[in-house]
Nanobody, 124 residues
Framework: QVQLVESGGGLVQAGGSLRLSCAAS????????MGWFRQAPGKEREFVAR????????YYADSVKGRFTISRDNAKNTVYLQMNSLKPEDTAVYYC?????????????????WGQGTQVTVSS
């Protein structure tokens, strides 16, 4: 069983920055691909970014490319999402997810464990 706990959400003005963190339990974190997803009110959950097990490969949704950066610290069992130049349309609950098969896709169905989510609100 893997537990994921997100933190770092909050209210920020457009153009501002936030850094989300996701702490994972267990000693096999380095073998998990990790992803960030988000869900806005009335919308389906959507892919934001993912990072491979070793951290060498990353991939982003077009909507956040160039503004968001995903990274991981395997020594701390933590994955991060640095969000810059935030826009009102980035407002959503952000979830981190773990893929224990180390496949690192952009599809929510491929992830085995999910955090509880953290709210990000960007005001205009």
């Amino acid at each position: 069983q893997v537990q994921l706990v997100e933190s770092g959400g909050g209210l920020v003005q457009a153009g501002g920055s936030l850094r989300l963190s996701c702490a994972a339990s267990g000693r096999t974190f380095k073998w998990y691909a990790m992803g960030w997803f988000r869900q806005a009110p009335g919308k389906e959950r959507e892919f934001v970014a993912r990072i491979s097990c070793g951290g060498a490969n990353t991939y982003y949704a077009d909507s956040v490319k160039g503004r968001f950066t995903i990274s991981r610290d395997n020594a701390k069992n933590t994955v991060y999402l640095q969000m810059n130049s935030l826009k009102p349309e980035d407002t959503a609950v952000y979830y981190c997810a773990a893929d224990t098969q180390c496949i690192a896709t952009m599809f929510a169905r491929d992830y085995d464990y999910w955090g509880q989510g953290t709210q990000v609100t960007v005001s205009s």
